[in-house]
Protein backbone atom coordinates (compact mmCIF):
# COMPACT_ATOMS: atom_id res chain seq x y z
CA UNK A 1 0.00 0.00 0.00
CA UNK A 2 1.99 3.03 -1.06
CA UNK A 3 -0.18 5.89 1.03
CA UNK A 4 0.44 3.50 4.16
CA UNK A 5 4.13 2.40 3.75
CA UNK A 6 5.28 5.14 1.33
CA UNK A 7 9.09 4.18 -0.45
CA UNK A 8 10.26 2.03 2.17
CA UNK A 9 9.04 -1.15 0.85
CA UNK A 10 10.81 -2.81 -1.33
CA UNK A 11 10.28 -6.29 -3.45
CA UNK A 12 13.50 -8.61 -3.78
CA UNK A 13 12.53 -11.25 -6.57
CA UNK A 14 13.90 -14.77 -6.62
CA UNK A 15 15.13 -15.34 -9.91
CA UNK A 16 16.78 -19.04 -10.00
CA UNK A 17 19.45 -18.92 -7.71
CA UNK A 18 19.56 -15.25 -6.97
CA UNK A 19 17.13 -12.65 -4.99
CA UNK A 20 17.42 -9.07 -7.59
CA UNK A 21 15.67 -5.50 -7.37
CA UNK A 22 14.14 -3.91 -10.64
CA UNK A 23 13.37 -0.22 -11.12
CA UNK A 24 12.68 1.61 -14.38
CA UNK A 25 13.99 4.68 -13.99
CA UNK A 26 11.67 7.22 -16.13
CA UNK A 27 8.02 5.30 -14.55
CA UNK A 28 6.40 7.28 -11.65
CA UNK A 29 6.80 5.62 -8.41
CA UNK A 30 3.38 4.76 -7.96
CA UNK A 31 3.39 2.37 -11.08
CA UNK A 32 7.01 0.57 -9.77
CA UNK A 33 4.84 -1.68 -8.45
CA UNK A 34 2.66 -3.05 -11.48
CA UNK A 35 6.10 -2.76 -13.71
CA UNK A 36 8.49 -5.01 -11.43
CA UNK A 37 5.52 -7.52 -11.39
CA UNK A 38 4.74 -7.86 -15.13
CA UNK A 39 7.95 -8.34 -15.96
CA UNK A 40 7.70 -11.88 -14.75
CA UNK A 41 4.02 -12.70 -15.96
CA UNK A 42 2.33 -12.74 -19.05
CA UNK A 43 0.32 -10.52 -19.85
CA UNK A 44 -2.86 -12.58 -19.69
CA UNK A 45 -2.14 -12.81 -16.19
CA UNK A 46 -3.62 -10.01 -13.88
CA UNK A 47 -1.26 -8.00 -11.96
CA UNK A 48 -1.90 -5.92 -8.84
CA UNK A 49 0.56 -3.79 -6.88
CA UNK A 50 2.59 -5.43 -4.26
CA UNK A 51 4.36 -2.26 -2.62
CA UNK A 52 6.90 0.52 -4.10
CA UNK A 53 10.20 0.01 -4.79
CA UNK A 54 12.51 2.61 -3.33
CA UNK A 55 14.91 4.55 -5.90
CA UNK A 56 17.56 1.60 -6.48
CA UNK A 57 20.36 3.49 -5.79
CA UNK A 58 19.39 4.06 -2.42
CA UNK A 59 19.23 0.43 -2.03
CA UNK A 60 22.62 -0.50 -3.39
CA UNK A 61 24.53 2.37 -1.65
CA UNK A 62 22.79 0.16 1.96
CA UNK A 63 24.18 -2.96 0.87
CA UNK A 64 27.26 -1.80 -1.10
CA UNK A 65 26.28 -3.31 -4.57
CA UNK A 66 26.73 -2.08 -8.13
CA UNK A 67 23.98 -1.63 -10.31
CA UNK A 68 24.08 -3.10 -13.67
CA UNK A 69 21.78 -2.08 -16.96
CA UNK A 70 21.42 -5.65 -18.82
CA UNK A 71 20.82 -5.39 -22.46
CA UNK A 72 19.52 -2.38 -24.42
CA UNK A 73 16.07 -1.70 -21.97
CA UNK A 74 16.84 0.91 -19.44
CA UNK A 75 15.80 -1.08 -16.83
CA UNK A 76 17.98 -0.86 -14.09
CA UNK A 77 18.39 -4.32 -11.48
CA UNK A 78 20.70 -5.66 -9.05
CA UNK A 79 21.04 -9.03 -6.93
CA UNK A 80 22.56 -10.93 -4.74
CA UNK A 81 22.36 -15.11 -3.93
CA UNK A 82 19.83 -16.76 -2.00
CA UNK A 83 22.32 -18.03 0.54
CA UNK A 84 23.01 -14.24 1.64
CA UNK A 85 19.59 -13.10 1.69
CA UNK A 86 19.69 -13.43 5.86
CA UNK A 87 22.94 -10.96 5.35
CA UNK A 88 20.99 -8.55 3.37
CA UNK A 89 17.77 -8.58 4.75
CA UNK A 90 19.07 -7.41 8.28
CA UNK A 91 20.34 -4.34 6.80
CA UNK A 92 17.53 -3.13 5.32
CA UNK A 93 15.70 -4.00 8.28
CA UNK A 94 18.12 -2.02 10.65
CA UNK A 95 17.68 1.11 8.18
CA UNK A 96 13.92 0.76 8.51
CA UNK A 97 12.66 -0.92 4.92
CA UNK A 98 9.90 -3.44 4.91
CA UNK A 99 11.34 -6.50 2.34
CA UNK A 100 8.64 -8.75 0.09
CA UNK A 101 9.83 -11.11 -0.55
CA UNK A 102 8.51 -12.63 -4.11
CA UNK A 103 10.16 -16.67 -4.75
CA UNK A 104 9.74 -19.03 -7.52
CA UNK A 105 7.00 -21.54 -7.26
CA UNK A 106 7.51 -25.32 -7.80
CA UNK A 107 5.18 -26.34 -10.20
CA UNK A 108 7.13 -28.63 -12.60
CA UNK A 109 5.98 -27.16 -15.91
CA UNK A 110 7.83 -25.97 -18.47
CA UNK A 111 7.41 -22.01 -19.97
CA UNK A 112 7.40 -18.59 -17.49
CA UNK A 113 8.01 -19.25 -13.62
CA UNK A 114 5.10 -18.47 -11.21
CA UNK A 115 6.17 -16.59 -8.44
CA UNK A 116 4.28 -15.42 -5.44
CA UNK A 117 5.03 -13.48 -2.11
CA UNK A 118 6.08 -16.12 0.69
CA UNK A 119 7.27 -13.88 3.38
CA UNK A 120 7.02 -9.95 4.12
CA UNK A 121 10.12 -8.42 7.03
CA UNK A 122 9.23 -5.50 8.49
CA UNK A 123 11.84 -3.73 10.89
CA UNK A 124 10.51 -5.46 13.94
CA UNK A 125 11.50 -8.94 12.43
CA UNK A 126 13.89 -11.09 14.44
CA UNK A 127 15.89 -12.94 11.94
CA UNK A 128 17.53 -15.33 13.37
CA UNK A 129 16.93 -19.16 12.61
CA UNK A 130 14.08 -17.30 9.71
CA UNK A 131 14.55 -20.48 8.09
CA UNK A 132 11.93 -21.96 10.45
CA UNK A 133 8.89 -20.00 11.37
CA UNK A 134 8.32 -19.14 14.56
CA UNK A 135 4.90 -19.46 16.70
CA UNK A 136 3.62 -18.24 19.99
CA UNK A 137 1.69 -20.55 21.76
CA UNK A 138 -1.26 -20.18 23.77
CA UNK A 139 -3.17 -22.14 26.37
CA UNK A 140 -6.08 -21.43 27.75
CA UNK A 141 -8.02 -22.74 31.26
CA UNK A 142 -11.31 -21.97 31.99
CA UNK A 143 -13.43 -23.48 35.32
CA UNK A 144 -16.51 -23.99 32.95
CA UNK A 145 -14.66 -27.17 31.61
CA UNK A 146 -13.11 -25.63 28.51
CA UNK A 147 -9.77 -25.48 27.52
CA UNK A 148 -8.25 -24.20 24.42
CA UNK A 149 -4.55 -24.51 22.46
CA UNK A 150 -3.72 -21.53 20.50
CA UNK A 151 -0.51 -21.38 17.74
CA UNK A 152 0.18 -18.19 15.99
CA UNK A 153 2.63 -17.23 13.46
CA UNK A 154 3.73 -13.74 13.15
CA UNK A 155 5.66 -13.97 9.90
CA UNK A 156 3.28 -15.07 8.25
CA UNK A 157 -0.44 -14.77 10.17
CA UNK A 158 -0.72 -18.71 10.45
CA UNK A 159 -2.93 -19.49 13.11
CA UNK A 160 -4.30 -23.18 14.76
CA UNK A 161 -6.59 -23.12 17.33
CA UNK A 162 -7.44 -26.55 19.20
CA UNK A 163 -10.34 -25.91 21.67
CA UNK A 164 -10.87 -28.73 24.30
CA UNK A 165 -13.75 -29.65 26.66
CA UNK A 166 -14.02 -32.09 28.97
CA UNK A 167 -16.86 -33.74 31.50
CA UNK A 168 -15.22 -34.16 35.10
CA UNK A 169 -16.45 -37.78 35.75
CA UNK A 170 -14.93 -38.04 39.00
CA UNK A 171 -17.82 -36.36 40.85
Not at 66 to 88: A, E, N
Not at 130 to 154: H, K, M, N, P, R
Request: aromatic content about 10%; glycine content about 6%; some cysteine.
Amino acid sequence: NYFKYGLSVIQLIQTGKFYELWHEPDTPSRQQAYSQAELLVESSMPSRPLGVTPPIEQIASLLDMRIISPGKRSLLQMGFPIYSLTTHLSTLLDKGCTAILIDELLTGKSGPKQRAVSQVYSPSCNLEDCSELSYVLSIYFSQDDLSGITSFSAMNGHTIMFPVSWTDRDQ
